[in-house]
């Protein structure tokens, strides 16, 4: 799932917040009463929510290897 696919109200969590609400969706899941559509719906927003933490993490990765490569240059000057 691309990012554009990821719908606003997911995209506009800060990386706690995508982490509560996917600890709360698996609590649910794993409740034995929970019901079958319920659980897919739950699931289609545990997908999306996991590709956020997902690009989120990509993002902090590019900045740290730009920061990285800037004190590396700057070292060898």
Not at 28 to 54: T, V
């Amino acid at each position: 799932m691309k990012n554009e696919n990821i719908l606003a109200n997911v995209k506009s969590k800060s990386l706690k917040e995508a982490r509560e609400e996917i600890n709360d969706i698996l609590n649910k899941l794993e409740r034995k009463d929970a019901d079958l559509q319920g659980s897919i719906d739950d699931y289609k927003r545990l997908i999306q929510l996991n590709n956020h933490i997902d690009t989120l993490f990509k993002k902090k990765v590019k900045e740290i290897s730009s920061i990285t490569k800037k004190i590396k240059k700057n070292d060898k000057k």
